[in-house]
């Protein structure tokens, strides 16, 4: 994975990475079509007033739209609250991967979504983690698989 995401033991692979995908891409085409509509509005604005200072005013509207879409990768950053491998759960702990919590997934005994929080309980001690209702399922699932076994 990326400087974002969780250190991978060698050999292991990704699975799932649990974030809201529709809700960010649905979030970044919403702040694109306002960044395009509010370069719009400025240019109409500049347009027919005639003001002094019209330019500086589009550069001020084209740098916040530059800024608006470079927050997008760390709105995906920090929405990524867990990544299930072919070995483990990794939970994000607060703002940083560096001391994520972790569970292999053949010790969970139980996993379970309640009241918007995702609860998996398993080698003694509980994890747990905001969670959309969409994303239960397929975290679910994951979590459910069986290791794979190499051939020698």
């Not at 027919?48 to 001020?60: K, N, T, V, Y």
């Not at 483990?88 to 010790?107: A, D, K, P």
Request: net charge positive.
């Amino acid at each position: 994975m990326a400087w974002f995401g969780p250190k991978l033991e060698p050999g292991e692979r990704v699975v799932l990475r649990h974030w809201p995908e529709r809700f960010v891409y649905g979030l970044g085409a919403l702040i694109a079509a306002m960044d395009v509509g509010s370069l719009f509005a400025v240019d109409r604005y500049v347009a027919r007033s005639g003001a002094p200072g019209g330019q500086e005013l589009m550069l001020f509207a084209i740098g916040a739209v530059v800024l608006s879409l470079a927050l997008l990768p760390l709105m995906v950053w920090f929405l990524r609250l867990a990544v299930v491998t072919d070995r483990r759960l990794l939970v994000r702990n607060e703002m940083s991967w560096s001391n994520s919590r972790q569970i292999r997934l053949h010790e969970i005994e139980d996993a379970y979504q309640e009241d918007g929080r995702f609860h998996i309980r398993g080698a003694g001690r509980t994890l747990e983690f905001p969670c959309l209702p969409g994303l239960a399922r397929p975290l679910l699932k994951a979590l459910s698989r069986e290791p794979e076994v190499g051939l020698p």
